[in-house]
């Protein structure tokens, strides 16, 4: 008696919405969203709350879009929560919105 792993079933094919086939194993364990955060990024997220008071205290531009955009980084994983499946695209925008501002708050930094 030999046994072999069949990824598909004869009846169906499965494939992801872009029309990539997927294996049994992707199927059998779904990936659950990370939703809870770490020690170091809240740490990261206090740091960032203090620079950007600071910046608002003494008017420093480049600190106070560091501290926005590391924020918004940080907080884009729970526009899906609050949102539902409609808060995606949204929660990529944002992050990408972040990114470029922190580049921009580099920037600024050393002009």
Do not use: C, K
Request: hydrophobic content about 55%; overall charge positive.
């Amino acid at each position: 008696m030999s046994f072999h792993y069949r990824w598909f079933s004869q009846d169906e094919e499965l494939t992801d919405a872009l029309g990539n086939r997927q294996s049994r194993a992707a199927l059998d364990r779904p990936a659950r969203p990370r939703t809870a955060y770490t020690r170091g990024e809240v740490l990261s997220m206090v740091l960032s709350v203090l620079v950007l008071v600071y910046g608002l205290a003494v008017f420093v531009v480049p600190f106070v879009m560091f501290g926005i955009a590391f924020l918004l980084y940080e907080l884009y994983r729970l526009l899906p929560l609050v949102l539902g499946p409609a808060g995606v695209p949204l929660a990529r925008g944002m992050r990408a919105f972040s990114l470029v501002t922190l580049f921009g708050a580099v920037l600024l930094l050393f002009f």
